[in-house]
């Protein structure tokens, strides 16, 4: 004879905010104003309350809470290369800063694709999230960007701008940045120096590459566009464009970086033909991340401020958020130098390949 089947396990009736505030010895108007973290609450109340809900294992239904006040306290972050440490350190800025505000971070790693890109924003509007934070990509068109104004999604673009778009904007002088390089190099002694890692079809490459020219003209030095090498922004480019540069009949003494990985590669490349960065050959980073400071020789590159962009890009879009007809507004840095052993002065002799150095990376 068989036995009875037990019956399935039935689930727990959900807590309530009646049940928290009983065991809170509270009204259920002070749980709620608990939960949604008002300064109304003495502290020993709220100490109660966070009490109860431990013991209890009461979770906040956020999303009905944010169903009823039709605001879901999320943001969109959309960010490029994210193995790349100046965006990783980047957007670990602005997850911090929204954190601060009490929103959560939806994150997509764009991948320098507008299409992963666009599909991110489509979905982050499926979501009804607050906002959206980006940095954008190659190609991106500024008529699809323009358009979350019309769907009433406020949109901050960090690092990048888009003319065009009509979008927020918080970032860095980045004509400023690449200047000061090129300057620093120029009070060196160079006359000869290269811009390696130029992209155009990004605002900061177009803008970095803009400061560096501004600064030969302002010392009356000649531009010869074949020391502008455009490419992409890794150590494996750093590191052929130097060996390109130096092979040339009247080669460069110094170079200034597009971002400090390029730097890294150039490094790396100077030393496989055989010279020594900081004293055969003068090397210039920009972002000063990190591992800057690290390397031997620890790299002269140009600071910018993530923690402060991370900071005007959430501060722009609660703003925003708050008031979405207020005037577009932006926020622009200004970066700093800082010299470190990588930069040395110019040698009378001219940096070339030394017998016996090995021609390509391993």
Not at 193 to 203: F, K, P, Q
Not at 297 to 305: E, F, G, H, K, R
Request: hydrophobic content about 40%; charged content about 20%; glycine content about 8%.
């Amino acid at each position: 004879m068989s036995r009875p089947r037990k019956p399935p396990p039935q689930r727990p009736a959900r807590l309530t905010l009646r049940d928290l505030a009983t065991h809170a010895g509270v009204s259920r108007a002070t749980v709620s104003l608990v939960l949604r973290k008002s300064p109304l609450v003495a502290e020993k109340t709220r100490l109660r309350v966070r009490e109860s809900m431990a013991a209890l294992g009461y979770v906040y239904n956020r999303g009905a809470a944010n169903f009823r006040t039709q605001k879901t306290q999320t943001v969109g972050v959309a960010m490029n290369e994210l193995v790349n440490p100046y965006f990783s350190e980047l957007t670990a800025a602005i997850e911090r800063a929204l954190a601060k505000a009490g929103r959560t971070v939806f994150l997509s790693n764009s991948s320098e694709d507008p299409s992963v890109q666009d599909s991110f924003i489509a979905t982050m509007r499926e979501y009804n999230v607050e906002g959206l934070v980006i940095c954008p990509t190659k190609g991106s068109n500024p008529k699809t960007l323009r358009r979350l104004t019309e769907f009433g999604m406020p949109c901050v673009l960090i690092s990048r701008n888009l003319p065009g778009s009509g979008l927020d904007y918080a970032g860095n002088d980045h004509r400023l940045g690449t200047r000061l390089a090129t300057e620093h190099l120029i009070s060196l002694g160079h006359r000869r120096i290269a811009m390696v890692g130029a992209n155009e079809l990004i605002s900061t490459g177009i803008e970095r590459r803009e400061g560096y020219e501004q600064a030969l003209a302002a010392s009356g030095l000649p531009l010869d566009r074949e020391l502008i090498l455009p490419g992409p922004p890794t150590r494996s480019f750093g590191a052929e464009a130097v060996k390109a540069l130096i092979a040339m009949p009247e080669p460069p003494t110094a170079c200034v970086c597009f971002n400090d990985v390029i730097a890294f590669g150039v490094m790396l490349g100077l030393r496989q033909i055989g010279l020594e960065p900081g004293r055969d050959f003068a090397v210039t980073g920009c972002d000063d991340i990190a591992e800057a400071a690290l390397w031997t020789p620890a790299l002269t590159t140009v600071a910018v401020d993530s923690i402060g962009m991370g900071e005007a890009a959430a501060r722009l879009l609660i703003e925003r958020s708050a008031d979405f007809g207020l005037p577009r507004r932006q926020v622009v840095l200004q970066p700093k130098l800082i010299v470190r052993a990588s930069s040395g002065p110019l040698r009378q002799a001219r940096p070339k390949r030394r017998a016996g150095a090995p021609a390509t990376a391993d």
